[in-house]
């Protein structure tokens, strides 16, 4: 195999792993999980700030879940 199959393969399984990210957090926004109680906004005349601190949280906490996961199985399957 050359190098520039690899390469093909790999951007084919990045940009599939961007589409599905999108995806989630196109459906996070739609089921309200974009505007939890611990975030800050602002908004005056001419101007706002959006401040997804509550939001941030959770998202990275269900991140590192997944994440966890699914390197766990990854490793495992390798170790095999």
């Known amino acids: 195999m050359s190098g ?19 995806g989630v957090l196109w459906l996070a926004g739609k089921v309200g999980l974009g505007r939890l109680p611990g975030d800050i906004v602002i ?6 700030c959006y401040f997804p601190l509550a939001t941030g ?10 994440l ?3 390197l766990n199985l990854i490793t495992r399957w390798l170790n095999r």
């Open 57 to 66: 949280l959770v998202l990275s906490i269900v991140l590192s879940v997944v």
């Open 68 to 70: 966890t996961i699914v």
């Open 4 to 22: 520039l199959d690899n390469l093909g393969k790999m951007l084919l399984v990045l940009g599939g792993g961007i589409m599905l990210l999108g």
């Open 43 to 48: 908004r005056r005349e001419g101007f706002s």
